[in-house]
């Protein structure tokens, strides 16, 4: 640019940089792509693990021994049920007294 402003005499950008520009915003487009598709990757697996986790349950049914496990399970859910509400309500409290106490970060 000159000393009134005008662009004579000024170079372009060159081709080369505009390449490896186009270039690095398509690396980044795919690599946001592929961090979208792992998250749904690890969530689908919990869901996944959580119902092979119910289905033993219920085939736990069919065995008489095993069958113990489930029943004791359902006649205690309501107070596991408590017994968790009460847990993690004080849980959060230390959570929260070692955040003011150590700071945010690890």
């Keep these: 640019v000159g000393p009134d402003g005008s662009r004579e005499g000024a ?12 270039f690095f915003a398509q690396v980044h487009s795919e690599v946001g792509q592929a961090v979208v598709f792992f998250t749904a990757k690890k969530y689908l697996t919990i ?32 107070d596991i049920i408590h017994f968790f509400i009460v847990f993690f309500i004080i849980f959060f409290g230390f959570v929260i007294m070692a955040m003011f106490a150590f700071g945010f970060d690890l």
Excluded: C
Aim: hydrophobic share 55%; proline share 2%; no cysteine.
């Design 11 to 22: 170079v372009d950008e060159p081709g080369w940089l505009k390449q490896w520009s186009t």
């Design 47 to 78: 869901v996944y693990a959580v119902i092979l986790v119910l289905r033993f349950f219920k085939a736990f049914r069919a065995n008489a021994r095993l069958s113990v496990v489930t029943d004791t399970m359902m006649k205690a859910s309501v």
